[in-house]
């Protein structure tokens, strides 16, 4: 999270602004306190819900995993120490301890945003590539492409961090913790290229192709379902009204794209001729839904599945976006002018990078379905001995954590609708 060096540049927080009331340095540091207790529950809710629930530790939630991760870094790190420097101007750890927390700083923003592009990628290959991709992907590499986000990350920062100061001479100034290239233009635009606008760019193509693969796969699937449909319809309206009078005996074979072939036979005597078809088609009763409305469930659910994936990506993405286009516009243009960035607009654009931090696990909880169970699951217990405790009732009772690896998996779900046709 860039913005809290540049931030404290040149007596920011400190000189050049005003001290704080009290009353506002007390809205602050509470603000602050929820805003870190938050950023710090909600990733560990997902960090334990991905070593606890087994149906979640496959290859795609790791990277979900190494997101959590970082924010969860910002929350229990970056935001407790950064918050008495903003409250009082002054930074009072010590020169070793800031070159620490910057570089910790930095390297867990750049991280955090190429995890963000290892899922969008992730998800692409995922429904673009899906049978080559989990062909080849492995927990190995899956590993070693998290190990290699962190050593981007820190290439990154890390070195220049610990010797721009050394190499140009400037010392930091008493009281201060800022990094020495906040006005060095071209290292921030390249540094900006590699953590943001390349990233934004990848993920935003790579989501619109899945969107967009989702869409064309959509359209093939209904098409085949009503070239099945009309298929069945044929072969029931041609036996009925060609074989039916010479045959007293009527045999259906369905087929549909999610299941083998089944051949439904009933053998019912009719009397001659004569017989009509609408009397012919009472005394065959199939089992089930008619052969049509299955087609269409299964597309739908299928597509509806795939869908609610993309748009959790998507949501991610746009929130991503939204939280680090202002701090990273606001930093470039600062660089070259500092006069044409308000010390106050400069610290809201910081401050949203952290605010990303604070949302991702939220967003985990209403777009990805395995999550909120694990969600539920967890926190339940919680929540109805709060009830209890309050109102003296009992909510429904929720698995308790002996019960949290008893979620469905994708591969139960397909038993359970395979059984159920």
């Known amino acids: ?29 509470v603000v602050i306190s929820i805003a870190a207790l938050l950023t710090i529950a909600g990733n560990v809710l997902v960090i334990v819900s991905f ?44 020169e070793t301890f800031c070159t620490v927390w910057l570089v910790i700083d930095y390297v867990d923003g750049s991280a955090s945003v190429l995890s963000i592009t290892l899922i969008s990628l992730d998800r692409y290959l ?50 201060k913790c800022y990094v020495g290239f906040h006005e060095n233009f071209p290292f921030l635009f390249s540094t900006a290229l590699v953590e943001f606008f390349i990233p934004f760019t990848s993920v935003a193509v790579m989501n619109f192709a899945t969107y967009w693969s989702i869409r064309r796969r959509g359209k093939r699937l209904r098409r085949h379902g009503a070239m099945r449909t009309s298929n069945i319809r044929g072969e029931r309206t041609g036996r009925s009204t060609g074989k039916l009078a010479r045959k007293p005996q009527l045999h259906l074979t369905v087929r549909t794209p999610a299941t083998k072939e089944r051949r439904l036979s009933r053998t ?119 009830w209890k405790c309050v109102t003296g009732d009992k909510l429904k009772k929720r698995p308790s954590l002996t019960d949290i690896n008893k979620l469905p998996t994708p591969e139960d779900k397909q038993k359970d609708t395979n059984g159920a046709i």
């Open 51 to 94: 070593i606890l629930v087994k149906e979640l530790r496959i290859s795609s939630n790791y990277f979900i995993l190494n997101l959590a991760i970082t924010d969860f870094v910002i929350g229990v790190f970056a935001m407790p120490v950064y918050a008495p420097y903003l409250l009082s101007g002054v930074w009072q750890l010590g």
């Open 268 to 386: 019912h005597t009719f009397p001659p001729a004569q017989q009509d078809i609408k009397n012919a088609a009472k005394q065959l009763k199939l089992s089930g839904e008619p052969p049509s409305q299955r087609v269409s469930d299964l597309s739908k659910n299928t597509r509806a599945r795939e869908k609610k994936a993309a748009r959790a990506l998507a949501i991610i993405v746009t929130t991503f976006a939204i939280c680090w286009a202002p701090y990273t516009i606001t930093m470039l243009v600062r660089s070259l002018c500092r006069s044409c960035v308000s010390d106050t607009l400069f610290e809201w654009a910081f401050w949203m990078l952290w605010l990303n931090s604070m949302l991702n696990p939220f967003l985990y909880a209403m777009c990805h379905m395995q999550f909120r169970e694990a969600f539920k699951k967890l926190l339940g217990p919680f929540f109805c001995r709060c």
């Open 126 to 175: 995922l429904v673009t590539k899906a049978i080559k991709h989990r062909a080849q992907r492995s927990l190995k590499k899956t590993v070693v492409m998290m190990v290699s986000v962190w050593i981007i990350a820190f290439l990154l920062y890390g070195p220049a961090i610990l010797v721009w100061r050394t190499l140009s001479g400037v010392e930091l100034p008493e009281g």
């Open 1 to 29: 999270m860039n913005g809290s060096a540049e931030n404290s540049t040149e007596g920011t927080p400190g000189d050049d602004q005003a001290p704080l009331s009290p009353e506002v340095t007390v809205l602050l540091a």
